[in-house]
């Protein structure tokens, strides 16, 4: 293989590894933003949203990507007929970071998008769904700030730091003369690739604190987060009420391709009394 041929191969592979990143000027859509100055990065944390109510559901993206994962998401008319707020995950489209490409970090991450959940007008907690790297992120906020947080639907997310370490493509990214070839965007999501599995190893301890509600929703043939991520979370996530929806057919572009399936697990959620919240992780979906 050519060093030509080589670096394309590498380019489509980092690209197929997150989301698309698009155009995010939608006339339906309202794009609010806020200034970042309370915390310990400094620049703008930015968002799209349905026309103005406190939202029932807040889309947070995967790598690469911006809120257009959730575009599809939010015209299929359930979803429609609830609030949706998609962020921009900080670096990512109109989310700004001064002096730092991304943070790679979930607890900061999930302090930072809690801050503009705080801000929001009635404050009830909200259903975080979240795709790929996304879904850690929404774990670590669900544990952080459990008050801004009723449920959880977790698309296509890693989990097991034993499956989630970087792969070959990767590493190769990482240096220098390659990523200086393959782009901003690809090195950006590289950045976030580099670090998962330590970040997961983090995490892993505190999923026994999540106590809402969670559906994790998986592909079988996702060739991009292993499968095996869902039945970890299915069996870490031991005081929460989990359903698992496995798809045999569903890739890990569940969003794009398959979004009426994270729509009947919003509406699942939304769907749950009280009393009916209790621990159940063997159910299917």
Known sequence: MSFKRFLILLASVLITAGCK??????????????????????????????????????GIHGTPGDWTAWRGLMQIPKIKNQHF??????????????????????????????????RLPARRPVILVAHSWGGPVALALANMHPELVGGLVLVASPADPMVSEPRWYHRIADNIVIGSLIGSALNRSNQEMLTLADQLCLLVPKLANIRQPVVIVQGEKDWLVDPENAFFMQERLTNAHVKLYYNSEANHFIPFNQAGMIADAVEWILGLQPQQVAISNSQPF
């Open 21 to 58: 990143v698009t155009d995010s000027r939608h006339a339906e859509y309202i794009r609010k933003t806020i200034a970042l100055d309370s915390l310990d990065v400094k620049g703008r944390l930015s968002w799209v949203e349905s026309p103005p109510t406190a939202p029932d559901a807040v």
């Open 85 to 118: 707020m998609a962020f921009d995950r900080p670096g990512w489209g109109e989310s700004k970071i001064d002096h730092q490409d991304v943070i790679p970090e979930f607890d900061r991450q999930a302090k930072i998008l809690a801050q503009a959940l705080a």
